[in-house]
C-alpha cells in the first residue's frame, strides 16, 4: 500500500516568483504534496538560476528554494503568455508573486484581474516593505528588512560594528508567514466560496521576529541590552540567556528563568560558592545595573574557560538547565537531533549520479509525509502542464518558435 504523500494533495498553485521570501512558501507546500508550477522567462528564467553555482552541483540557491516544483516558461510580455497564464490561474487554487510593487498590475497579472478569471483564488502578493507605507514603492531584500525590522540591533555586541546576519531570516520568516497565511485564506476560500488577496513584507515578518522583546522594549520605551548576554525579567525574577566560551574556544549558552534556576545552574558548575562571594547569590544584582552586569560575566567568563564545553552542557542538563552548545552551520547540519528527526536528509540527484545532502522537512505528518524533490530544469514541464490545457505537439512547438514558452 502506497504512502499518500503529503496533506496538501490537489491544492494547486501558481507562482510567478524569484528570490527566496517569494518562493519558499511555493517549495514548502510543494513538498506536502501540492502541485506548483512556477512560471519562468523563456530567456533565461529565475536569475537565481545563476546564484551560488557550485562547480558539478548546480546553484545551491535555487535548489534549496524550488525543489519539488514545476518549471513552466511564458513570455508574460506577450497576450499569448499572458492568456496561457489566465487559464493556469483558473484551474489553480493560490498564486504568488514578489514581483516590485505595481509590476504585477502593470504585467496583467494584478489581482483585481487575476480575481476576474477564478474569484476563489487566493492571491499572495510579497514586497519589501509593504503596501501602505512611505517606501512602499521600494524593492527590498533580506539585509534591508533585517536593518530596518530590528534583529541587526538585537544581534549586536558593545564596542563592535552591527551587521547583517549571514542567514536570510527575513525572507526565510516572510516565506514561513506566506505559507501559513495563503492557507488560512484557502481554508476560508473553500468555505466561502470567495478567494482574496494577502500581502505580507519582508519588514512585516521581522518585526513579528522580534516577538514578545519588541514589546517589551515599547513598554519600556527602553532597547533590550545586547551582546554576550540577553538579561530579562525584574529584580525578584531575573531571566538570562548568555553564551560563553569554554578553554578551547568553544561555545556554549544556557539560559535561565528565575533566581531558583540560578542557584541551581552554579551549584552544578561548581560556580556557586565562588560567585556567593562575589556578591552574586542573586542573579537580580545586575537587573537594572550594567557595572554588576558586566563584573558578573567577565567573573563566568574565566570560570568556564577552566573546562571543556561537553562537559559544562552535561552538567547543565543533568541539572534539568536548558543548556547546548553553539554550533557552527556545519555542525549544525550534523547534530544528533537535527539528523535523527530528519531536519536534513539526503535526497538522490540522478543527473548527478549520486545523493546530496538537503533541508529536510520541520513538520512530521503520521499519515500523509512530506517528500523532499528537487529543482527543475528550465521549462522541464511545459509540455506536460500546457499538455492538459490542450496545447498538443503542434501548437508547442509553435509557442516555442515563436518564444511564447
Known amino acids: 500500500m502506497s ?16 528570490a527566496q521570501a517569494g518562493t519558499v512558501p511555493w517549495m514548502l507546500m510543494a513538498d506536502l504534496g501540492a502541485d506548483v508550477i512556477k512560471i519562468e522567462s523563456p530567456q533565461g528564467g529565475d536569475p537565481s538560476r545563476r546564484m ?3 562547480p558539478g552541483m548546480g546553484s545551491t540557491f535555487f535548489e534549496a528554494n524550488n525543489r519539488g516544483v514545476k518549471s513552466v516558461t511564458l513570455n508574460l510580455k506577450s497576450e499569448e503568455g499572458r492568456e496561457i497564464l489566465r487559464k493556469l490561474v ?3 487554487d493560490i498564486f504568488g508573486q514578489n514581483f516590485r510593487p505595481g509590476a504585477a498590475e502593470k504585467n496583467g497579472f494584478g489581482w483585481e484581474e487575476l480575481r476576474k478569471v477564478n474569484p476563489k483564488l487566493v492571491y499572495v502578493s510579497i514586497s519589501g516593505y509593504g503596501p501602505d507605507g512611505p517606501h512602499a514603492h521600494l524593492p527590498g531584500t533580506d539585509s534591508m528588512a533585517q536593518a530596518l525590522g530590528g534583529i541587526a540591533e538585537a544581534y549586536s555586541t558593545a564596542g563592535q560594528k552591527m551587521k547583517t546576519g549571514v542567514v536570510s531570516v527575513a525572507d526565510e520568516t516572510c ?9 488560512a485564506a484557502l481554508t476560508h476560500a473553500r468555505t466561502t466560496g470567495v478567494g482574496q488577496k494577502i500581502d505580507l513584507s519582508l519588514l512585516g515578518g521581522q518585526v513579528r521576529l522580534m516577538g514578545w522583546t519588541l514589546q517589551t522594549a515599547m513598554w519600556r520605551n527602553q532597547n533590550p541590552v545586547t551582546g554576550q548576554a540577553r538579561v530579562t525579567g525584574t529584580r525578584e525574577r531575573p531571566g538570562i540567556s548568555a553564551s560563553f566560551d569554554d578553554r578551547d574556544g568553544k561555545p556554549l549558552v544556557f539560559q535561565l528563568t528565575g533566581p531558583d534556576n ?10 556557586y560558592e565562588r560567585l556567593e562571594k562575589a556578591g552574586f547569590a542573586d542573579l537580580g544584582v545586575i537587573i537594572d545595573n550594567d557595572a554588576r552586569r558586566i563584573e558578573l560575566l567577565a567573573t563566568l567568563d574565566g570560570l568556564f574557560a577552566t573546562g571543556t564545553r561537553d562537559d559544562w552542557v552535561a552538567r547543565l542538563r543533568g541539572a534539568d538547565i536548558v543548556s547546548a552548545p553553539i554550533n557552527t552551520l556545519l555542525e549544525a547540519s550534523n547534530d544528533p537531533d537535527v539528523v535523527a528527526n530528519g531536519y536534513v536528509t539526503e535526497v538522490e540527484y540522478p543527473k548527478l549520479g549520486k545523493k546530496l545532502k538537503v533541508h529536510g522537512t520541520p513538520w512530521k505528518f ?18 506536460s502542464v500546457l499538455g492538459k490545457l490542450g496545447y498538443d505537439a503542434s501548437a508547442l512547438a509553435d509557442l516555442r518558435a515563436r518564444k511564447i514558452i
Open 3 to 18: 504512502v499518500p504523500h503529503g496533506p496538501l494533495q490537489g491544492v494547486k498553485v501558481v507562482s510567478c516568483s524569484t
Open 52 to 54: 551560488t553555482v557550485l
Open 90 to 92: 483558473a484551474e489553480a
Open 175 to 183: 516565506a514561513i508567514l506566506a505559507f501559513g497565511g495563503a492557507l
Open 262 to 271: 540560578w542557584k541551581d545552574a552554579m551549584t552544578a558548575l561548581g560556580f
Open 366 to 383: 503520521s499519515e500523509t509525509p512530506a517528500k523532499p524533490g528537487i529543482a527543475p530544469e528550465l521549462g522541464e514541464h511545459n509540455d
